[in-house]
T-cell receptor, first 114, second 114 residues
Framework: NAGVTQTPKFQVLKTGQSMTLQCAQD?????MYWYRQDPGMGLRLIYY???????DKGEVPNGYNVSRLNKREFSLRLESAAPSQTSVYFC?????????????FGPGTRLTVL | AQSVTQLDSHVSVSEGTPVLLRCNYS??????LFWYVQHPNKGLQLLLK??????LVKGINGFEAEFKKSETSFHLTKPSAHMSDAAEYFC????????????FGSGTRLSIRP
C-alpha cells in the first residue's frame, strides 16, 4: 500500500521544454489535486479532480494542463516550461465529505526550469 | 471569502519547552481546520483536524489544537518540544466538502534548540 506516488522526484528543464508529472494513488479516493509550493507562500492549488472524468481549475492554473486518466492516476503537464514554474509540485488525494475531510500527499517533484 | 494567517513565519524553542504555533482564519461558513507537518524534503502529513466535533483536538506526536470561534483561531500547541519536531507546519482551512476551497497558510518553520 504505497499511498500516493509521484514521478519523477527531480527534474531540470530548459525554457520552452515540455514534461508530464505523474501521480498515482492506491487509496481508492475520488478526489485528486495538484499543488505547487513556493517559499513563503504555502501550497497553491493548480488543478483538481473531484472524480474520474472531471477536472477543474484551482488558484494558479495558467501554463498547466491535467488529465484524470482513471480513478488512480492524475497527471500534470507543462506544455512550454517557464522559469516561473520552478517549484516543488505535490499531488494529493483525499475525501471531502464533511466527515473525513483529509488530504494525503505524495513526496513531491522538485522542478527547476532554466 | 476564506483565508488563513499563520502569525509567525519562524518559531524557535528549546527542547523540552512548550510549543505554540499561531493560526487565525476567516470563513463565511463553518470551516474544517487542519494542521499539517512537513519535514525537510518530504510531503505533508496530517497532524490533526477539526470538523465541528470537540473544540479541543488531539493529534499525533503529542500535538493538540483548540478551535476558538470567538477568536477565529486554531493555535497548535505541544507541552514539551522534541528535536524531531523541527519541521514546517501548515494551518489549512476548508469549506466543508468543497474541493476548490482549501486554503493553506504560508507556513511556520519550527526550530528546536538543544
Amino acid at each position: 500500500n504505497a499511498g500516493v506516488t509521484q514521478t519523477p522526484k527531480f527534474q531540470v528543464l530548459k525554457t520552452g521544454q515540455s514534461m508530464t508529472l505523474q501521480c498515482a494513488q492506491d487509496m481508492n479516493h475520488n478526489s485528486m489535486y495538484w499543488y505547487r509550493q513556493d517559499p513563503g507562500m504555502g501550497l497553491r492549488l493548480i488543478y483538481y479532480s473531484a472524480s474520474e472524468g472531471t477536472t477543474d481549475k484551482g488558484e494558479v492554473p495558467n501554463g498547466y494542463n491535467v488529465s484524470r486518466l482513471n480513478k488512480r492516476e492524475f497527471s500534470l503537464r507543462l506544455e512550454s516550461a517557464a522559469p516561473s514554474q520552478t517549484s516543488v509540485y505535490f499531488c494529493a488525494t483525499g475525501v471531502l465529505d464533511g466527515r473525513t475531510d483529509t488530504q494525503y500527499f505524495g513526496p513531491g517533484t522538485r522542478l527547476t526550469v532554466l | 471569502a476564506q483565508s488563513v494567517t499563520q502569525l509567525d513565519s519562524h518559531v524557535s524553542v528549546s527542547e523540552g519547552t512548550p510549543v505554540l504555533l499561531r493560526c487565525n482564519y476567516s470563513s463565511s461558513y463553518s470551516p474544517s481546520l487542519f494542521w499539517y507537518v512537513q519535514h525537510p524534503n518530504k510531503g505533508l502529513q496530517l497532524l490533526l483536524k477539526y470538523t465541528s466535533a470537540a473544540t479541543l483536538v488531539k493529534g499525533i506526536n503529542g500535538f493538540e489544537a483548540e478551535f476558538k470561534k470567538s477568536e477565529t483561531s486554531f493555535h497548535l500547541t505541544k507541552p514539551s518540544a522534541h528535536m524531531s519536531d523541527a519541521a514546517e507546519y501548515f494551518c489549512v482551512v476548508s469549506e466543508r466538502s468543497s474541493a476548490s476551497k482549501i486554503i493553506f497558510g504560508s507556513g511556520t518553520r519550527l526550530s528546536i534548540r538543544p
